[in-house]
């Protein structure tokens, strides 16, 4: 079986910063593309940013320039660096991970979630 947990969220000013990690754990033989997401209160989750196997990003507009997303592939981790942080940044933030297993299958797999709230 293969899990991802969140780890670093918490209760930060704006402008402040925070940095989230995901490790995923089980039996894995390769992790392709790696993602954070979030979902504010009442709203649906939408996809923050992305980093392939081999270090391309991509990010949401509204966190370009604030965010940086990276991995280390051999602990299996993704991070995501928050600086200049708003209150509409907000959220519950998952991780989102395409994993091959030890047995070769492919499962798309979502961490359970981390609390990000900024105050103002």
């Known amino acids: 079986q293969v899990q991802l947990v969140e780890s670093g969220g918490g209760l930060v000013q704006a402008g402040g910063s925070l940095r989230l990690s995901c490790a995923a754990s089980?039996?894995?033989?390769?992790?392709?593309?790696m993602a954070w997401y979030r979902q504010a209160p009442g709203k649906q989750r939408e996809w923050v940013a992305t980093?392939?196997?081999?270090?391309?990003?991509n990010y949401e507009d509204s966190v370009k320039g604030r965010f940086t997303i990276s991995r280390d592939n051999a602990k299996n981790t993704v991070y995501l660096q928050m600086n200049s942080l708003k209150p509409e940044d907000s959220a519950v933030y998952h991780c989102?991970?395409?994993?091959?297993?030890?047995?070769?299958?492919?499962?798309?797999?979502w961490g359970p979630g981390t609390l990000v709230t900024v105050s103002s």
């Open positions: 089980g039996s894995i033989f390769s992790i392709d593309d």
């Open positions: 980093i392939t196997n081999g270090g391309s990003t």
């Open positions: 989102n991970a395409v994993v091959r297993t030890t047995a070769r299958v492919y499962v798309h797999l």
